[in-house]
């Protein structure tokens, strides 16, 4: 299944979801359209049966810069009022990617600027070609990174972003790497490869697990343990054991057959 408009195209494929940022004159910038139609595509992909990965890819030698110039031009003149109005548009874009159920894969091309950082971060896994450039540009501005610094915070920790933050530096995709931000570095060659590695091995998981699994890191990350996150990983394992799609591994696994949930 293909579809696509001015700003983005969705592609289905053997259980992926490839949504790709097709505006390379702008370098993939994005502004209140863009957001709005990245919101309801990933919601949409997060509630479809026959998806089970998405990526998030773009076209052209950037994979996004951040706010569009043209944008940016309007939001100048904006009330305060107006400016959380469009504020609060992003932040529910980054969290629908964030919270999607399905795992999320970017594919990073190319060069990462600004907000373009808060959608890598928002997805679950990264992987990046060796000349993409990253950088949080906003201070150059006299701008700060806000609503992007939840996800951008947790994906390069706050050492880092105290940082990359401050001093509005250009890193590279090693650094990117050392620092967590992305997982793999790959020649330009090497790109969809890797994605495909990562894509499938999502796709051969047991589909209610990865989803149950990407709740689980959402629920336990940075919280204390406590007697309250012990009774509810208790709980989470108890509940995935006694599922059909858990039974099923199980037998699979002892009866040395594959499970019923892989894709002929």
């Not at 049966?49 to 990526?55: A, F």
């Not at 790497?177 to 091995?201: C, N, S, T, W, Y």
Request: charged share 20%.
């Amino acid at each position: 299944m293909n579809t696509s408009t001015n700003a983005l195209t969705l592609d289905v494929q053997a259980a992926v979801a490839r949504i790709t940022l097709s505006r390379p004159e702008v370098r993939n910038a994005f502004n209140d359209a863009v957001i709005a139609e990245l919101t309801q595509v990933f919601t949409e992909v997060g509630r479809r049966d026959d998806v089970r990965v998405v990526v998030l890819a773009a076209q052209g030698p950037a994979f996004c810069a951040g706010a569009d110039l043209n944008w940016m031009r309007r939001m100048a003149d904006y009330t305060r009022e107006e400016n959380l109005a469009d504020a609060g548009a992003l932040a529910t874009m980054l969290r629908a990617i964030h919270e999607c159920p399905k795992p999320t894969i970017a594919r990073v091309q190319g060069d990462v600027y600004a907000g373009g950082m808060g959608l890598v971060a928002a997805c679950d896994m990264a992987v990046a070609v060796d000349t993409a450039g990253f950088c949080l540009s906003e201070v150059k501005l006299g701008l700060i990174p806000a609503t992007i610094s939840p996800y951008v915070i947790r994906a390069m920790g706050a050492r880092a972003a105290h940082r990359y933050f401050l001093t509005a530096e250009r890193f590279g995709a090693a650094e990117a790497q050392r620092i967590g931000f992305v997982h793999e570095v790959v020649a330009a060659d090497a790109l969809d490869a890797k994605v495909g590695e990562i894509a499938a091995a999502l796709v051969n998981a047991g589909p209610a697990a990865v989803q149950a699994c990407k709740r689980l890191v959402l629920d336990v990350a940075e919280r204390e343990i406590d007697g309250a996150l012990i009774a509810a990983t208790v709980e989470g394992i108890a509940d995935i054991r006694a599922s059909v799609e858990g039974r099923e591994g199980v037998s699979s696994f002892l009866q040395k057959r594959k499970p019923g949930w892989l894709l002929p």
